[in-house]
């Protein structure tokens, strides 16, 4: 199986950046080669393509459904083991930062929220312990952000990345309205405090 020039700059490129990103060479390129085939690939298919042992196929095709970035085939009267990677780019997106959360940012919340829950022996670990508090009230805005968009569907995910500097406009404009909002309550004796706005809704906003 031999690779057209375009598609081997792609693959060889990917294992490039494979380190960089915390995956192997060989992972990433055998990544790359299954985004752009047309068609599934078995092992010796991949093998074959690359020049890798089939032993290194198996570990790196194991790794990338420990991701959950590929996907697992089989043809009719082929008893062989076919693998694909998602069509639809965003949902790719979705995988990478769901298991990225678990994990990298499920583990250090954790450890955070337990250090939180602990006693400070000590002036040193109360500054300590308000320097987590910080670290771990932007990992959970961040971690909610995230699980908003996880559940978009992809076009509405597609909206929200286009938006751009139109989401900080939507805020300013959601600030300016909650602020008003506010200081009508407040002439009337009551009090109001403006919500959160999810991401959902700046893209309904940005379509109306």
Do not use: C
């Amino acid at each position: 199986m031999n690779l057209a020039p375009l598609t081997q700059r792609f693959v060889l490129h990917f294992g490039e950046m494979g380190s960089r990103w915390g995956i192997n060479r060989t992972v990433g390129q055998i990544y790359a080669l299954l985004y752009v085939s047309p068609r599934a690939l078995n092992a010796d298919d991949i093998g074959d393509a690359l020049a890798f042992s089939r032993s290194n196929v198996s570990m790196g095709l194991k790794e990338l459904q420990s991701w959950n970035l590929v996907r697992l085939q089989h043809l009719p009267n082929d008893r062989r083991e076919y693998f694909q990677a998602p069509e639809d780019v965003w949902a790719i997106f979705r995988t990478l930062a769901e298991e990225r959360r678990k994990r990298e940012i499920d583990p250090t919340l954790s450890m955070l929220r337990d250090a939180l829950m602990e006693q400070p022996s000590g002036a040193d670990d109360i500054h300590a312990q308000a320097r987590m508090k910080q670290m771990h009230d932007l990992i959970e805005l961040m971690t909610g952000w995230l699980l908003d968009v996880q559940k978009m569907d992809s076009a509405t995910l597609a909206s929200l990345m286009k938006m751009g500097a139109k989401v900080q406009k939507l805020l300013e404009a959601k600030d300016k309205v909650a602020s008003t909002v506010k200081a009508g309550f407040k002439g009337l004796g009551g009090s109001a405090s403006p919500a959160i706005m999810p991401p959902t809704a700046l893209v309904d906003a940005d379509r109306s």
